[in-house]
């Protein structure tokens, strides 16, 4: 089983930049994927970004060219760089692991962490 820890978020100004970090109490190696997931106040749970075992990562078209997820197998970590951050990227960021495809194509999450909140306000 493995567990995911999440950390970096806060309070940052408009146009600021934050990072965030989740890190796994086991091997995420042979994970399928790997992402973050966001949830504001009133809002359904968006799956924001993602990094596969192979492959290019995968953005939500509101955090594009803002985002950028990376991968660390052999520290068992992802992380998610936020740039030029928005009112509207405020919400709770989970991060989120799949053992196999069929997982992530259902957004049927294997591993969930208990997030960490992001604050974007003047």
């Known amino acids: 089983q493995v567990q995911l820890v999440e950390s970096g978020g806060g309070l940052v100004q408009p146009g600021g930049s934050l990072t965030l970090s989740c890190v796994a109490s086991?091997?995420?190696?042979?994970?399928?994927?790997m992402g973050w997931a966001r949830q504001a106040p009133g809002k359904e749970l968006e799956l924001v970004a993602n990094?596969?075992?192979?492959?290019?990562?995968m953005y939500v078209d509101s955090v594009k060219g803002r985002f950028t997820i990376l991968r660390d197998n052999a520290k068992n970590m992802i992380s998610l760089q936020m740039n030029s951050l928005k009112p509207e990227d405020t919400a709770v960021y989970h991060c989120?692991?799949?053992?196999?495809?069929?997982?992530?194509?259902?957004?049927?999450?294997?591993?969930w962490g208990q997030g960490t909140q992001v604050t974007v306000s003047s």
């Open positions: 086991g091997s995420i190696f042979s994970l399928y994927a």
């Open positions: 989120v692991g799949y053992r196999d495809y069929t997982g992530y194509a259902n957004r049927n999450y294997d591993y």
């Open positions: 990094i596969f075992r192979v492959g290019s990562p």
